[in-house]
T-cell receptor, first 114, second 113 residues
Framework: DVKVTQSSRYLVKRTGEKVFLECVQDMDHENMFWYRQDPGLGLRLIYFSYDVKMKEKGDIPEGYSVSREKKERFSLILESASTNQTSMYLC?????????????FGPGTRLTVL | AQTVTQSQPEMSVQEAETVTLSCTYDTSESDYYLFWYKQPPSRQMILVIRQEAYKQQNATENRFSVNFQKAAKSFSLKISDSQLGDAAMYFCAYRRNTDKLIFGTGTRLQVFP
């Protein structure tokens, strides 16, 4: 079974703090993604990566950065957390380049910024 | 830009009955892929079913099937013999080739015994 794990299920941080969300997949997938999920807005892509040390901006990259130093790990960084970044964050991974390929999701991290 | 619309924020169904969730999308492409993902409460999102646009035959996975109407840009999900475990958020998604997945806003399905 493909496993995508995220470092925390729930996280509470204060405004201005630097926040790291970690995602690890164990199936040697090339592609990794970070989404933000908000009620009524669905999932929106923040950043994605097709290879180690590669990163591409998604639809809402402002206020976020990412790091992919190893193939299995993709980190999302909030440089200075703000209250409008309170949300559910989902990591996903997939293999290959076929558009038909499934994305496998982690359990999500519910981040609250106070 | 491509968009995916799920016009039903919430749906409900009686156990053992059939329910259809709607999804429409906007694209000028002829070759693309469509997906339905399920997110159970407090559990990971999983793929339910997928369809390649060039295939006319509707995809089926056990109790789940789709009604793919390419000209109408419609991709509805039918769940037959609904079970309590089908209660979840359902997201429709579109992808053109290797581009990013574009998700709809989701439909929350409740299943009543």
């Amino acid at each position: 079974d493909v496993k995508v794990t995220q470092s925390s299920r729930y996280l509470v941080k204060r405004t201005g703090e630097k926040v790291f969300l970690e995602c690890v997949q164990d199936m040697d997938h090339e592609n990794m993604f970070w989404y933000r999920q908000d009620p009524g807005l669905g999932l929106r892509l923040i950043y994605f990566s097709y290879d180690v040390k590669m990163k591409e901006k998604g639809d809402i990259p402002e206020g976020y950065s990412v790091s992919r130093e190893k193939k299995e790990r993709f980190s999302l960084i909030l440089e200075s957390a703000s209250t409008n970044q309170t949300s559910m964050y989902l990591c996903a991974s997939s293999s290959g380049t076929r558009g038909y390929n499934e994305q496998f999701f982690g359990p999500g991290t519910r981040l609250t910024v106070l | 830009a491509q968009t995916v619309t799920q016009s039903q924020p919430e749906m409900s169904v009686q156990e053992a009955e059939t329910v259809t969730l709607s999804c429409t999308y906007d694209t000028s492409e002829s070759d693309y892929y469509l997906f339905w993902y399920k997110q159970p409460p407090s559990r990971q999102m999983i793929l339910v079913i997928r369809q390649e646009a060039y295939k006319q035959q509707n995809a089926t996975e056990n109790r789940f099937s789709v009604n793919f109407q390419k000209a109408a840009k419609s991709f509805s999900l039918k769940i037959s013999d609904s079970q309590l475990g089908d209660a979840a958020m359902y997201f429709c998604a579109y992808r053109r080739n290797t581009d990013k997945l574009i998700f709809g806003t989701g439909t929350r399905l409740q299943v009543f015994p």
